[in-house]
């Protein structure tokens, strides 16, 4: 094991937890083990779907931005610039653009940061053409 977590819970949630373990021959430790390796399996995105969502989240930055049309040439001349050049100022120019048209920052941007292809598929949306449902 490389770590430990340490998680704060009453006295009498860990007594019971411990003891049903004991009463099942489980361990704690590795029931607890076994349930966040379950839950990162259930909710961790392939980069597939990343991609994805990220091409809809350009597209829909696109759309509040009046559609196709509208996206500023100069913006994303820039936009693909500092993706080649730069990811933090990438990030952080998305972000400001979200920002100035007070708009709700997408969680998934987050996942722009450091990743060349991740930041392409949002540009791609941005400029691109409705994705498919």
């Known amino acids: 094991m ?3 977590l340490n998680l704060r819970i009453s ?3 860990k007594e019971s937890f411990q003891q049903i373990a004991k009463e099942n021959n489980k361990d704690a430790s590795s029931l607890v083990r076994d349930w ?5 399996a259930e909710h961790q995105k392939s980069d597939e779907d990343l991609a994805t969502e990220l ?3 350009g597209y829909q930055l696109q ?3 009046g559609g196709r ?13 500092s993706a080649l050049t730069n990811q933090k100022d990438f990030t952080q120019q998305i972000l400001n653009t979200y920002l100035d ?16 292809a991740f930041s ?8 691109g053409d409705k994705p498919k449902e």
């Open 101 to 116: 048209y007070g708009l709700t920052i997408p969680s998934v941007v987050s996942k722009i940061y450091n990743n060349y």
């Open 11 to 13: 006295k009498g949630l």
């Open 69 to 81: 049309e509208k996206v500023s040439k100069q913006l994303v001349k820039e936009l693909q610039e």
């Open 36 to 40: 966040i390796s379950n839950y990162v």
């Open 55 to 57: 091409y809809r989240a």
């Open 120 to 127: 392409q598929m949002f540009l791609f949306g941005l400029i």
């Open 2 to 4: 490389d770590t430990n």
């Open 63 to 65: 759309q509040a931005l």
